[in-house]
């Protein structure tokens, strides 16, 4: 695709940790997932006391509680989708399709198998691409493989790049250093 007729092309990280970054060449975005997790948080400790008591109008409680934490998502990907669908934007983001099956299904502990269970990265791709189409511009899926282990710099690819898959990216041929996410949404 010609990045031509558009004034601005903008990369974004779709991500756990920071539920997007966006680079688009002047200056980084972050959209934290802290204030996220807590909400889900605090509505899975409220499902979990529900659910052990079972009666009829806990039932009715919980259907309420699951439509309530839907809407939240659903509000946060509509703020970010909005701040980074502005007008004439060529937009660059991970084609995340199948990525649950593709990452092992091992995981440390049933928290984090949770929080990766519920990542809605499907629903703020589908909201970027339409809110980007009706601004004028024009949202593209990357292939997402090895955006974060090559350098923006000299192009050198390597998983050393990325120490203990951290948050810290530094090129072990040039010595560019910066945030490991910042990286990808540069790529």
């Known amino acids: 695709i010609e990045a031509e007729g558009f004034q601005e092309i903008v990369g974004v990280d779709v991500g756990m940790r920071y539920l997007a970054v966006t680079d688009n060449g002047e200056k980084p975005f972050f959209f934290k997932s802290g204030p996220l997790k807590n909400k889900k948080k ?8 529900l659910q052990k008591k079972g009666t009829r109008s806990a039932k009715r409680k919980l259907k309420k509680v699951s439509q309530r934490e839907r809407q939240f998502t ?5 703020l970010i989708s909005k701040e980074i669908c502005k007008k004439n934007r060529l937009i660059g983001v991970e084609d995340l399709t199948n990525i649950r099956e593709k990452t092992s299904t091992y995981r440390k502990n049933k928290e984090d198998r949770r929080q990766r269970e519920q990542w809605s990265f499907a629903d703020l791709h589908s909201k970027i691409a ?3 189409l009706l601004n004028k511009g024009f949202c593209i899926k990357i292939d997402p493989r090895y955006t974060s282990q090559d350098c923006p710099k000299c192009k050198h690819r390597s998983k ?3 120490p203990n898959k951290g948050l810290l990216f530094c090129c072990q ?15």
Do not use: P
Request: positive net charge; hydrophobic residues 20%; contains cysteine.
């Open 42 to 49: 605090n509505y899975q400790k409220l499902r979990t006391e």
């Open 74 to 78: 659903s509000q946060v990907n509509h």
């Open 130 to 132: 339409y809110k980007s």
């Open 160 to 162: 050393d790049n990325r």
């Open 173 to 187: 041929n040039c010595g560019y250093s910066l945030h490991a996410d910042y990286i990808a949404a540069k790529n």
